[in-house]
């Protein structure tokens, strides 16, 4: 029976998670609002706050568990991909903590550790099964073969989905974060009410830098000929800009399982949670005979039970690093 502990701090959240077993037993989260007034994370910034935030993030996760921190069998902690100095925060707690108390280091992959999120909870997808990987950072097709047997079938050229949204909010006046500020205004607009153009992108990649662009000439051109034409329709373009970017997500992954012959299809990542996204790729999974898999909330933005439960299988596996163990802001699934 494993006690893994789980460390996220691979942007601006600092998370820390007790897995037992493979149950996760506590998954305290400590969001910085800091970065609000810039408008975006600044990673110095970030990197103070996970200092302060990592060690009564950990005491939290402990108590919540009802354990004790002798009890932990071994520390699982995001080595990657992310910024840097975040990255170092969180690298040097698990080290300092699995040195003093003589147990094993697992680094886990942050993207594979979003696809293992869905062995959180039951039910859970059967291998070999498609994921969609979308954040602010990411955008892959990712075919799972096994909980680390990971195959990339396509990824974005240049922006994420969630960035696309951030910027897209960024353009409207929207603050930071803006991604779920979108979602709300969409659910109050008409997703028909303006076109946006989809990228013509070979393969199974994505690029959405075409479509921010587009978006950011239509609401100037828009506000030239009606001033205040932003602020009266802000609802109906919210709507229609997630339409595209929901239906450029989907198009991509019914190609890819159409492709690869799955019927087990699963999203994971922060943009997982607009509610546009998964009302359609349940509506799409009814349509194409798919069992469609898609995390709760709390376990779609970064966070540590994702990291613990991959703790848990690499330590069921004995897949541990030393303490020459370095963070990569880079790292491929």
């Known amino acids: 029976m494993p006690i ?4 996220e701090s691979s942007c601006d959240e600092t998370s820390a998670a007790i897995s037992i077993d493979g149950k996760i037993h506590s998954n305290i989260i400590a969001n910085q609002t800091i970065h609000e007034k810039f408008g975006g994370v600044v990673p110095e910034l970030a990197s103070r706050a996970h200092q302060q935030n990592i060690i009564p993030a950990v005491d939290q996760a402990i108590r919540e568990a009802k354990i004790h921190k002798n009890e932990i069998a071994a520390v699982a902690f995001t080595r990657g991909p992310g910024l840097l100095g975040s990255l170092l925060v969180g690298t040097s707690f698990a080290k300092a903590f699995a040195l003093a108390r003589n147990i094993p280091l697992i680094e886990v992959n942050h993207m594979q550790a979003h696809i293992l999120a869905h062995f959180i909870e039951d039910p859970v997808p059967a291998f070999p099964f498609l994921c969609l990987t979308v954040s602010g950072g990411h955008t892959q097709l990712v075919l799972v073969n096994g909980y680390f047997e990971m195959e990339l079938l396509g990824y974005t050229l240049d922006d994420a989905a969630g960035e696309a949204f951030d910027k897209t909010a960024k353009i409207l006046g929207l603050p930071y974060p803006g991604g779920p500020l979108i979602d709300r205004y969409a659910q109050q607009g008409n997703p028909q009410a303006f076109t946006f153009p989809e990228p013509q992108i070979p393969g199974l990649n994505f690029s959405f830098s075409g479509l921010k662009t587009a978006i950011l000439y239509f609401v ?48 994971a990542g922060g943009v997982s949670a607009n509610s546009g996204l998964r009302n359609a790729l349940i509506a799409l999974g009814e349509q194409q005979g798919w069992r469609v898999f898609i995390p709760r909330f709390e376990y779609c933005t970064d966070n540590a039970a994702m990291i613990a439960i991959a703790g ?6 004995r897949d541990f690093v030393g303490q020459d163990v370095a963070p990569l802001a880079r790292y491929n699934v």
């Not at 848990?312 to 596996?317: D, N, V």
């Open 312 to 317: 848990h299988y690499k330590y069921l596996a």
């Open 4 to 7: 893994i502990l789980g460390i």
């Open 220 to 267: 100037q051109q828009k506000e030239r000929e009606v001033p205040g034409f932003l602020q009266t329709h802000l609802g109906d373009i919210c709507a229609s800009v997630q339409e595209r970017i929901v239906s450029i997500l989907l198009n991509k992954l019914k190609r890819a399982a159409r492709e690869v012959g799955v019927q087990d299809v699963a999203i």
